[in-house]
């Protein structure tokens, strides 16, 4: 009976995937909200100061800490040729599952990532010096690019040439993305140019519905996967163009990916529609891989696609920790989350972040603004040092020690060495710490996004400054507020001239009342503001809530207040590893005294001057205590959740 309902979902499947090759005629489906050019959100308050000491720490300076990374010339004079060798990217590579291949091209995200998050930070920070380096940067790689528009990482010898792992598209989206954001903030037509040749030119080479270029074979295909992300360039080329080819041919590259084996199978369209099939492979594919699935569904309009869409996402749920950390340690291997043994990479919290920036802006769905701000607020904050500037690899929501293992768990295959804090960790890869330079920017330039010809949207909260025009009327608004860690707002508001506006301000999940003197509907989970603005006016609001005492999916409770999870910091001794650099150091830490807690129904708990004060019971005197919860990001060793 198994064998037979098998051999009906796959005779579906073959049928359906001949049904979404032709789907031209189908409409695609219109997008909720407009993403405003990169550049019109700069930072605020908090969390400008953390970009700024990003920039004077690891996100500005890691070209110096590995310089034979970031900067190997492997965009120009040395491009991948059929006799290049794999580079000694200084890694262990105990227990990797990639072969020599994924050596060869890894430099590329390396230092693209980094070049992404560099740019962005330089530009919404007015940062002068830096600019000037990233001007350089890009006339360098511009002058790189062939007659053809050839923009990448390998000779003629090999490329679109490929049957096994290579980078071909991956090493293509982590640079083109960086120069998108540089040409959307500078209107620089030769950047634009640039991008429009060599997106030609991937479309030329692999042209749509007669190529395979996920067709590589059964091995390790990592690089092939990740570039399915490709899919990031075109989305956005096509908002910026309204030219139906760049959505057109995402489709065809989710379709192809799908109708080839891969190492990274999760968002693949068959595993998709088996309902027994539980996420598997690696956490950063899986989550970047929303994305692309999310635009076949929207360029195609398919509606078996837009169901896929929502079967994958519930699954992603199973996979999240309260604090937003989606399993990355690194494969999922059909686990469950839980808070002490399942971790979370930086890349995947970058990743999923991203997705759900993305979903909200095409559905309009709130509960995609809620899970952004849970991630970033929460998990990504909580993998950073708050001492020093540097991030985990890998983390826990309960992080009892920061030794190189999981909680002091033994891999027998492999001497694990990410659960610790460093500014580039190149023990293992050089992938998180880039994309712990990307995250501020990529949250930022979701903030606020528009709708129709007067609507402002404040999707996600945070201390920021918008600059934009409605009706040719400059706006200004400048987001004064201490969020997440206070739950007070002011827009200040300045325009050009009198002007009607409509502006929608997100109002989070968790929010029980608002206090304000304004007068404002509800519609759809915004509060809607839609009046006369004088040419300096503001909104004033206030978010009440209440100490909420949540469940996670093991039956553990953890406690929230706004926005923040909070947890029980553990007092830790730091041991200094590798030196980089003066004041750029690998840093353990292990507990001084590694006391647990258990909930107590009657436990009192309140909230108090930022912090959340209750009771619970000391696992080894079994007496209870008043203990002291703090935000969850202010954390190295913590408890977070309580059985």
Not at 21 to 36: D, S
Not at 63 to 90: C, F, M, T, W
Not at 601 to 610: F, L, M, R
Request: charged letters at 25%; glycine letters at 6%; proline letters at 4%.
């Amino acid at each position: 009976m198994k064998a037979f309902i098998r051999l009906q979902i796959q005779l579906f499947i073959i049928l359906l995937f001949q049904t979404l090759a032709t789907t031209a005629q189908i409409k695609p489906l219109p997008e909720k909200y407009q993403v405003l050019p990169f550049g019109s959100i700069k930072p605020g308050g908090w969390l400008k100061v953390q970009m700024q000491k990003d920039m004077n720490g690891f996100v500005g300076n890691l070209d110096q800490l590995v310089p034979e990374l970031i900067n190997d010339p492997i965009y120009g004079i040395g491009r991948l040729h059929k006799n290049s060798k794999a580079k000694d990217l200084g890694n262990l590579k105990s227990g990797d599952a990639a072969g020599n291949d994924q050596y060869k091209w890894w430099n590329s995200e390396s230092q693209s990532n980094w070049w992404d998050g560099y740019i962005r930070n330089a530009l919404l920070l007015d940062d002068q010096v830096a600019i000037e380096k990233v001007k350089k940067y890009i006339n360098r790689i511009l002058a790189t690019q062939d007659e053809d528009g050839y923009l990448g990482i390998y000779d003629n010898d090999l490329r679109y040439k490929f049957t096994s792992e290579n980078g071909e598209l991956w090493s293509k989206t982590t640079l083109y993305r960086g120069m998108l954001a540089y040409y959307e903030y500078f209107h620089d037509e030769k950047v634009w140019k640039a991008l429009v040749r060599a997106v030609d030119n991937v479309m030329q080479n692999y042209p749509i519905n007669h190529s395979d270029p996920f067709n590589v074979g059964k091995d390790f295909s990592g690089g092939v996967a990740h570039g399915l992300t490709f899919t990031d360039v075109l989305d956005r080329m096509y908002q910026l163009t309204d030219e139906r080819k760049y959505w057109d041919y995402a489709h065809f590259l989710y379709l192809n990916y799908s109708e080839n084996v891969s190492s990274e199978t999760d968002a693949q369209l068959s595993n998709i529609l088996n309902p027994d099939y539980k996420l598997n492979t690696h956490g950063a594919h899986t989550y970047e891989h929303i994305r692309p699935l999310m635009v076949a569904a929207y360029a195609s309009g398919n509606p078996d696609l837009q169901k896929a869409l929502k079967t994958y996402l519930e699954r992603v749920k199973n996979c999240t920790t309260p604090t937003g950390g989606a399993i990355g340690d690194e494969w999922i291997g059909g686990r469950t989350a839980d808070a002490t043994h399942t971790g979370y990479e930086y890349c995947s919290l970058h990743e999923l972040m991203d997705s759900y920036t993305a979903l909200f802006q095409k559905t309009g769905n709130m509960e995609f603004a809620d899970q952004t701000e849970k991630i970033f607020y929460n998990a990504a904050q909580g993998s950073r040092n708050p001492n020093h500037s540097c991030i985990a690899y890998l983390k826990t929501d309960n992080s009892f020690e920061m030794m190189g293992s999981k909680n002091g768990e033994i891999e027998p295959d492999r001497k694990q060495t990410r659960y610790k804090y460093s500014p580039a960790h190149q023990d293992v890869a050089v992938c998180c710490t880039p994309n712990a330079g990307r995250i501020s920017p990529y949250f930022l330039k979701s903030a606020w996004m528009k709708e129709g010809q007067n609507t402002l949207v404040a999707a996600l909260l945070c201390p920021n400054v918008l600059e934009t025009t409605i009706q040719n009327v400059p706006v200004k608004i400048d987001e004064i507020t201490q969020y997440p860690y206070q739950n007070y707002f002011v827009f200040k508001i300045e325009m050009g001239k009198a002007n009607p506006l409509r502006i929608k301000i997100r109002k989070p999940e968790w929010v029980k009342s608002i206090v304000t003197n304004e007068k404002y509907t509800i519609e759809d989970g915004f509060l809607i503001f839609d009046r006369n603005f004088s040419k300096n006016d503001q909104i004033t609001l206030e978010f009440k809530t209440d100490v909420r005492i949540q469940e996670d999916l093991n039956h553990e409770k953890y406690l929230s207040y706004g926005a923040l999870v909070y947890a029980k910091p553990i007092a830790a001794n730091e041991i200094k590893g590798k030196v980089y650099a003066t004041g750029f150091e690998d840093l353990n830490y292990n507990p001084v005294d590694l006391t647990l807690y258990t909930y107590l129904k009657n436990n009192k708990a309140i909230y108090k001057s930022g912090e959340i004060l209750l009771r619970l019971e000391n696992s080894k005197t079994k007496q209870d205590e008043l203990v002291t919860l703090v935000p969850f990001g202010k954390t190295i060793l913590r408890q977070a959740s309580f059985r």
